[in-house]
């Protein structure tokens, strides 16, 4: 059982920036990495990010890439998610999961994060 907590979040204009961070209760063999999905109103989750825990390696879905970033505290199993120039389309309730068996398909993920709300307003 892998418990994630998230913080962060809130309410921004766009160009503002606001992170996110995850807490991992725990990590096992099992765990390589870190995904960060959103799901805005009256659409389906989507990826958004992928980290691995190892290398800090990071994908990122298209229309975040370059303009968030991903880092992590090993020590504190922990991820962060940055995000600058954010855009009203950003806003969403993003989460972070785990074990996710395919990482862009949201329902093979195993673990979930509480979510956190990112409104951006224009």
């Known amino acids: 059982q892998v418990q994630l907590v998230e913080s962060g979040g809130g309410l921004v204009q766009a160009g503002d920036s606001l992170s996110l961070s995850c807490a991992a209760s725990r990590r096992t063999s099992r765990d390589f990495a870190l995904l960060w999905f959103r799901q805005a109103p009256g659409k389906e989750r989507e990826f958004v990010a992928r980290t691995e825990w190892s290398s800090g390696s990071t994908i990122f879905a298209e229309s975040v890439r370059g303009r968030f970033s991903a880092s992590r505290d090993d020590a504190k199993n922990t991820m962060f998610l940055q995000m600058n120039s954010l855009i009203p389309e950003d806003t969403a309730v993003y989460y972070c999961?785990?074990?996710?068996?395919?990482?862009?398909?949201?329902?093979?993920?195993?673990?979930w994060g509480q979510g956190a709300q990112v409104t951006v307003s224009s």
């Open positions: 999961a785990a074990r996710c068996g395919v990482w862009q398909l949201p329902k093979t993920c195993l673990y």
